[in-house]
């Protein structure tokens, strides 16, 4: 398995950050943009300013940063998720230990188009006969296409909540960026 562990993971391109972009990045030179996307796929939804920063990053620079980690996310897949959000249910579940600090429930949804299909492909082979296989490319293209497949991703999430009926979108999320650091993002966002 560690082969396999390491032939995903050597095609894994890391977004590189351009320091000279993100600064010279403004809410306001997109907010237009933020405010018409938002008010199409989720008018009934409400959408913190957090997320409206992180979507306004998005059309910038193509990527934001979370906690330091540079996340290349499709405008597009985010504004699927948020046009479905509503129908979803609890998504893939409580947050629970964020919840029980918040004090009130907490859901994140994976994205359908996940950047993240390097983590999601070694998942995958984990879990399948994969790890037995002769990797060649014939291989290696059946796996990404039943990774792909699956829906149990892994990666980034739409961070949400809804309360009697209302829903509020909180935000873009990494598992790897941290239970704590989301707890403080949340709480300077209520």
């Not at 490319?137 to 809804?162: C, H, P, R």
Request: charged fraction near 25%.
């Amino acid at each position: 398995m560690d082969r396999v562990d390491q032939v995903i993971r050597s095609v894994d391109i890391k977004v590189r950050r351009d320091l000279e972009l993100e600064s010279a990045w403004s809410y306001n030179d997109y907010k237009h943009m933020v405010d018409e996307a938002l008010s199409h796929h989720c008018p009934k939804t409400s959408v913190s300013d957090l997320l409206k920063l992180q979507l306004s990053q998005l059309y910038h620079q193509g990527y934001i940063v979370i906690e330091n980690i540079a996340v290349s996310v499709p405008v597009s897949s985010v504004l699927s998720v948020l046009e479905n959000i509503g129908s979803i249910g609890n998504g893939r579940g409580k947050l629970r230990n964020i919840s029980n600090q918040l004090g009130f429930d907490v859901m994140h949804t994976h994205f359908g188009q996940s950047s993240f299909i390097v983590e999601n492909w070694a998942n995958h082979a984990r879990r399948t006969k994969l790890k037995e296989k002769c990797l060649d490319i014939e291989t290696m293209y059946q796996s990404l296409i039943e990774s792909v497949s699956n829906d149990y991703k892994t990666g980034e999430w739409v961070v949400f909540s809804k309360l009697n009926g209302s829903i509020t979108v909180w935000c873009l999320w990494l598992h790897k960026a941290g239970d704590e650091a989301l707890v403080r993002e949340l709480q300077a966002c209520t």
